[in-house]
């Protein structure tokens, strides 16, 4: 019997260790080496990537791939575009990002309210007024999806204007989108700018509430309220963790809860990394792409639910 090269992932991190989380998605998705690369920074992706495609010949590589992970889109983002640069015809191996699960768990929460607006008269994103509330990877990546996508978007800090504002700034800058930022650091602040919100997408910490019911209560224009925080209390009132569309009680929005678009997320990265594996040729999977799988994920789901 001839001896066919297994299928190797390997890893990269710029973090103390790489998540386990992904380790084991890997796993799950058919890898039978996956070897993972700690306190990679930016300089050492080059040689981490020309040492992986080298060594295997031109056939090998149809068997190699790379994951980068971390915790800062922006770095992660910076390390996939230096990974692809470092490659040599023929030896081009797939290479997806997915730091801190931010790209699949913005792309999932973006699609879920996607089509839930399509559902309606609303028509998807395009002209709608998204308030993301958190600037951190799962909110910033969100927020370049739905501006992406033709929706006026504006990042919320509890920090202040210029939190928001800088966040803002640096996110548009780097992914070429326009995004706004709003003060969020007081009940006030919070409500004017919810006032004026089609969406909220609720990005903040695990275990953090941004948003009460006396918050949604004068929302009126509020279609629909994504929250991705499974730890109690829920970070949107009346947003719970299994909700996939459901009325939110004291406001004329739907919900979407953390388990609901959590399930889209693993199915998004599940498919990528299966993608990525079976691939005849090279991909780079980020988060547009990942945005395109939840997108089609959620489209076959709806399929497979009609008569």
């Given amino acids: 019997m001839a001896f066919e090269a297994p299928y190797i992932l390997h890893m990269f991190t ?3 260790q790489m998540s386990p989380f992904d380790i084991n998605m890997a ?3 058919g890898y039978q080496m996956v070897v993972p690369y700690s306190d990679v920074g930016l300089d050492s992706v080059t040689a981490l990537t020309q040492d992986t495609i080298f060594s295997r010949g031109p056939k090998g590589v149809a068997r190699t791939g790379i994951f980068i992970g971390g ?3 922006m770095v992660a983002a910076d390390m996939i575009d230096r990974a692809v640069a470092s490659m040599v015809k023929p030896f081009v191996v797939s290479v997806m990002a997915d730091p801190s ?3 699949t768990t913005a792309a999932a929460m973006v699609a879920c309210v996607e089509a839930t607006l399509l559902k309606s008269s609303s028509g998807g994103l395009s002209g709608q007024r998204v308030l993301v509330i958190g600037g951190g990877p799962v909110g910033r990546i969100a927020g370049v999806l739905a ?3 033709g929706a006026e978007v504006r990042v919320s800090s509890h920090r202040g204007l210029d939190a928001a504002q800088r966040a803002a700034q640096e996110t548009s ?3 070429g989108v326009s995004i706004g930022g709003v003060s969020g650091a007081d009940a006030a602040s919070l409500r004017a700018a919810l006032q004026e919100s089609d ?4 990005c903040a910490a695990a275990g953090l509430q941004v948003a009460s019911a006396e918050d949604l209560a004068g929302a009126t224009r509020l279609k629909v309220a994504a929250d991705v925080n499974a730890v109690p209390p829920e970070g949107i009132a009346g947003v719970g ?3 996939k569309g459901k009325p939110v009680a004291g406001s004329g929005a739907v919900g979407w809860g953390a388990l609901a678009i959590g399930n889209v997320k693993y199915q998004t990265q599940h498919r990528m990394l299966v993608q990525m594996r079976e691939s005849d040729k090279a991909l780079k999977l980020s988060f547009p792409e990942a945005f395109e799988t939840a997108r089609a994920f959620l489209a076959e789901s709806a399929a497979a639910r009609k008569p």
């Fill in 71 to 73: 915790r800062d889109v």
């Fill in 199 to 202: 969406v909220v997408l609720a």
């Fill in 14 to 16: 710029p973090g103390r």
């Fill in 147 to 149: 501006a992406s996508a």
């Fill in 173 to 175: 800058q780097r992914f």
């Fill in 27 to 29: 796993a799950d998705a």
């Fill in 241 to 243: 963790v299994m909700d």
């Fill in 101 to 103: 699960g931010g790209y």
